[in-house]
C-alpha cells in the first residue's frame, strides 16, 4: 500500500496539470480503499473458513483486478465531470514536491 501511496506522489510531483494530478489522485485513494477494504473482507472470509490455496489464490486476483479496475473507472469518470481540485484541497499538494 505505502509503495504505491509513494509512487502516486511522485506522478503527482511531477506533473504539472492540474487536472492530472486530480486524476492520478482519484485513482490512488480509489484502488487503495478498495484494495484494503477488499483485503480485510477476505481476510476475515480466509480466517472463518477453512478453503484451500486455489480459492485464496482466485479471491486474491479477483481483488486486485477489481481494485484496479475501480481506479481506472473513477478516473475517467473524474476526467469527464470532474470539477473539484482535490488535490489542492486534501494538501497533497503541498506535501508531494
Do not use: H
Not at 16 to 42: H, M, P, R, W, Y
Amino acid at each position: 500500500m505505502g509503495v504505491g501511496l509513494t509512487a502516486a506522489c511522485m506522478q503527482i510531483a511531477n506533473t504539472t496539470d492540474t487536472k492530472e494530478k486530480n486524476e492520478i489522485f482519484v485513482e490512488t485513494i480509489t484502488s487503495t480503499a478498495v484494495g484494503a477494504g477488499l483485503g480485510t473482507a477476505i481476510g476475515l472470509f480466509l480466517i472463518s473458513n477453512p478453503i484451500g490455496w486455489g480459492t485464496a489464490i482466485v479471491l486474491a486476483v479477483g481483488s486486485t483486478a477489481m481494485s484496479y479496475g475501480t481506479g481506472k473507472f473513477l478516473r475517467n469518470m473524474y476526467d469527464q465531470y470532474g470539477e473539484i481540485d482535490f488535490v489542492a484541497g486534501t494538501g497533497v499538494d503541498r506535501v508531494c514536491k
